[in-house]
């Protein structure tokens, strides 16, 4: 099976440089081929697969490359994904304060409003604030929360609720810590 750095990324979510850091660490084999042509095997997906899994637990990639060396490639392919499970549509009726709704995002859920679908306000990443809106088309909503000076976590209004749940956590744990 030959794979390019394409099929490896949409597989895997891995981003190119980092696939590339790996083959340099020799976390990853080399490829058959340089560049653009580089081939990629079964091998490749299969540890890339136990990569994004180990580093999904907080292992560092030192411990990842010893661990892999020890393992064959039958236990290493026992981390492939499963199938993803079909996301649920965004119930409409779950409204912060229902009964069985999720806590809304954001330490202070009382001024965390999002605005209107189609009126979202484009963020500047250099700290400048909103821009306006014009030409924005209409689509999902996010609740930014800043968590760090120079960071800010973003959640799409129709996350599913585990993706909700880890947000809050990481917003309890972090807070919204905006001084520097």
Do not use: C
């Amino acid at each position: 099976m030959d794979l390019t750095m394409a099929d490896l990324v949409e597989q895997t979510g891995v981003a190119p440089r980092t696939i590339r850091e790996y083959v340099r660490l020799e976390i990853l084999p080399r490829p058959r081929g340089t560049g653009p042509a580089a081939l990629y095997s079964r091998e490749h997906l299969l540890r890339l697969w136990a990569i994004v899994h180990f580093r999904a637990e907080g292992v560092q990639l030192d411990e990842i490359k010893k661990g892999l060396a020890r393992m064959s490639l039958r236990e290493i392919a026992r981390f492939k994904p499963k199938a993803p499970a079909p996301t649920p549509a965004p119930p409409e009726a779950e409204a912060p304060g229902q009964p069985g709704a999720p806590p809304p995002l954001g330490p202070d859920p009382e001024h965390a409003q999002l605005p209107p679908r189609g009126r979202a306000p484009r963020a500047d990443l250099a700290g400048a604030g909103p821009h306006g809106d014009e030409g924005l088309p209409d689509g999902p909503r996010w609740a930014i929360v800043a968590l760090l000076p120079g960071m800010a976590l973003m959640v799409r209004d129709d996350a599913p609720r585990i993706v909700r749940r880890a947000a809050r956590e990481i917003i309890e744990r972090y807070g919204s810590n905006t001084t520097g």
